[in-house]
């Protein structure tokens, strides 16, 4: 939505603005505003020191290589939206890239003159462009634009990677969009938050926010434009609430919201020695999803019971390539030694969809199309390393919890039983050559696809033990792609139907005696941590930066409290009429917390007089 200032009768200073987005990492933070690749992208005269050249050079391929991957799936939507006709002009663009009087006179430039990158390309493309614009042929004319959309977005990658180096430290990041990798290096940087007009609750810049602790907001349509460098910045990671220049009894109120969770994060430690159970005693474990080396050592620090999930496709996409067997093994490895003695479950690559490398196949409906095991079944040569890699690793820590392999985007039973096959093969092929690893493996299968759900007796008599994606499985159920941010406000996984499923499947492994977790976004909501232990979930996996949050709830309710909840949700007739449940729930159970995750209002707080309400006539 476009925020729409409102009128401040000739008031000093800016006027106040608030814009609701989606609050995907949790978190309060306070602080300037630091415009993220604002602007035109133009290149000044730059001189280098000798010392600087080779840095420099290293600089500009990764904004080519940048360059390159952003092309190649605007290229696959381009294919899906506007035709072949149009995706080509895109194609061309990637070749320009690689071109020798390109990429080489870009090179040359640097080395020769002691010029920044930005200078190079704006100098060289330049040139170019002024010989096309100058020719007779009306079709190379045209061709000039492509150059200067060329320059463009190799300028806007080389400034990037610069403004993270030189960004101050408690500064809110504003941009339209960033990268996981973008969002990793702010991190380091120290900044206070991340505010996106792009993106969604599942995307890889919000799980990396979640799993770095950076409170974040996204699908702010259009607020960029509206902020100015150094700006107040308020940002709700819980509400999913932005405002800009805030009134002083604004700001007071989300100083005072940012010191509660400060005060409920400062007993850390007495909550991580608690056991992870019911406040009757029933168990529940918390693992944690990870996707990067650099993740391991949160498993610990936010008390996870293992990694319930390994998404081990990230390692593939952040290079750009396949990995070998000993690439992939020294990763897993190390994986395993950090969990232990908790298992790590290792989903095996889900490529396909958003998640594309070079080997991808064009696909009009990328997300129904070649992807997860559909891609390893076909390409023995991806999967067949990975699992010699896996069960290679799993041998690192013997007298740890097995680790266990998960199988991506299941949709029926042959495809478990080929995939059987090919791990029996791997097995003997390991044993002949006398390698080190682990025959005990359990397999599993990730319920993301409605077909599944609807036949979980049977997948759970052939598997050891289910993980249900809620991304996924909430994305087919209703129809809504969770990546497009023009239906955001569609994709409801607290939609009946999904709940359905998961009910389903829950009573399905109980009846083959499998354990069962989620591992999609929605175990990271501590609003839902009661529906989900009252549907019978007995393993929730988030991000780690959300696991004592949950375990802060988890703590709060009684077994069978969570089960009369989970009754009455089923019975719900939409994600709305589920969502306020939960809310008054959590508000008569953990009040400080629902008061954090934006159920309080100016007058007092709505969970405070729900809960006050509750005590005063326990039967309403």
């Known amino acids: 939505m476009t925020p729409e200032p409102p009128d401040t009768n000739g008031a000093a200073g800016p006027p106040e603005i608030r814009v609701e987005g989606i609050g995907v990492a949790p978190g309060v933070a306070v602080g300037p505003a630091y415009l993220f690749a604002a602007g035109a992208y133009q290149a000044e005269p730059e001189e280098l020191d000798a010392a600087d050249v080779e840095a420099e050079l290293d600089r500009f391929e990764r904004a080519v290589r940048r360059s390159e991957r952003e092309l190649r799936k605007i290229v696959v939507v381009a294919r899906e939206k506007l035709g072949e006709g149009s995706a080509g002009i895109f194609d061309a663009q990637g070749l320009i890239l690689r071109d020798r009087q390109f990429y080489d006179a870009v090179v040359q430039r640097v080395r020769e003159q002691a010029t920044g990158a930005g200078w190079a390309v704006q100098s060289v493309l330049a040139e170019h462009r002024r010989r096309l614009e100058a020719s007779p042929n009306a079709a190379l004319r045209e061709r000039a634009a492509d150059f200067l959309d060329v320059q463009n977005r190799v300028l806007r990658n080389l400034q990037q990677g610069r403004a993270v180096s030189r960004i101050d430290p408690h500064k809110v990041v504003v941009a339209e969009n960033l990268t996981a990798a973008d969002v990793l290096l702010f991190s380091r940087r120290g900044v206070l938050g991340v505010v996106l007009d792009f993106g969604g609750p599942t995307s890889h810049v919000s799980i990396m926010a979640r799993a770095l602790g950076v409170p974040a907001v996204v699908s702010l349509h259009g607020l960029a434009e509206h902020v100015h460098a150094d700006d107040v910045v308020v940002v709700d990671g819980f509400s999913g609430t932005v405002i800009v220049n805030p009134e002083p ?48 050592p949160l498993l610990h620090e936010f008390g996870a019971q293992g990694v319930g999930l390994f998404r081990t496709e990230m390692l593939f996409l952040t290079q750009g390539r396949a990995l070998d067997e000993e690439q992939q093994y020294a990763v897993y490895r190390d994986a395993v030694v950090a969990a232990a003695p908790d298992p790590v479950t290792f989903r095996l690559l889900d ?71 090919t791990l029996r093969s791997v097995c003997a092929e390991l044993e002949a050559e006398g390698a080190e690893f682990r025959a005990d493996v359990p397999l599993g299968i990730m319920v993301e696809v409605p077909s599944v759900a609807l036949q979980a007796d049977l997948f759970a008599r052939n598997v050891d033990f289910f993980s249900i994606g809620t991304n996924d499985l909430t994305q087919f159920t209703l129809a809504v792609d969770r990546g497009n941010d023009l239906v955001a406000g569609l994709y409801r996984e607290l939609h009946p139907a999904v709940l359905g499923l998961i009910d389903r499947t829950v009573r399905a492994a109980e009846a083959a005696g499998i354990p069962v977790s989620v591992c999609g976004e929605v175990a990271a909501d501590p609003r839902v941590t009661p529906l989900l232990v009252g549907l019978g ?16 709830v ?67």
Request: hydrophobic share 45%.
């Open 249 to 296: 009894e604004t700001l007071a109120a989300a100083e005072a919201k940012a010191a509660r969770f400060a005060g409920l994060t400062a007993d850390r430690d007495a909550i991580l020695a608690a056991p992870s159970e019911t406040k009757d005693g029933h168990p529940v474990a918390l693992q944690a999803n990870v996707e990067f080396r650099e993740e391991f």
């Open 351 to 421: 490529l396909g969809g958003d998640k594309v490398l070079p080997m991808a196949r064009r696909e009009a409906n990328p997300f129904l199309g070649w992807r997860g095991l559909r891609i390893l079944l076909d390409k023995p040569d991806l999967l067949r390393p990975q699992l010699r890699a896996v069960l290679r690793a799993a041998a690192a820590a013997p007298d740890a919890e097995p680790s266990k392999i998960l199988l991506p985007m299941v949709s029926g039973i042959d495809e478990v039983r080929q995939f059987r096959r």
């Open 537 to 552: 979930v007995r393993t929730l996996s988030a991000s780690p930066a959300y696991l004592t949050l949950v375990k802060r």
């Open 554 to 620: 988890l703590r709060a309710f009684t077994l069978d409290e969570a089960q009369d909840l989970a009754r009455r949700a089923l019975r719900q007739p939409d994600a709305d009429a589920v969502r306020r449940l939960l809310e008054t729930f959590l508000a008569c159970h953990n009040r400080d917390l629902a008061e954090l995750l934006g159920l309080d209002e100016p007058d007092g707080g709505l969970a405070r007089r729900i809960a006050d309400r509750m005590a005063a006539d326990p039967a309403d």
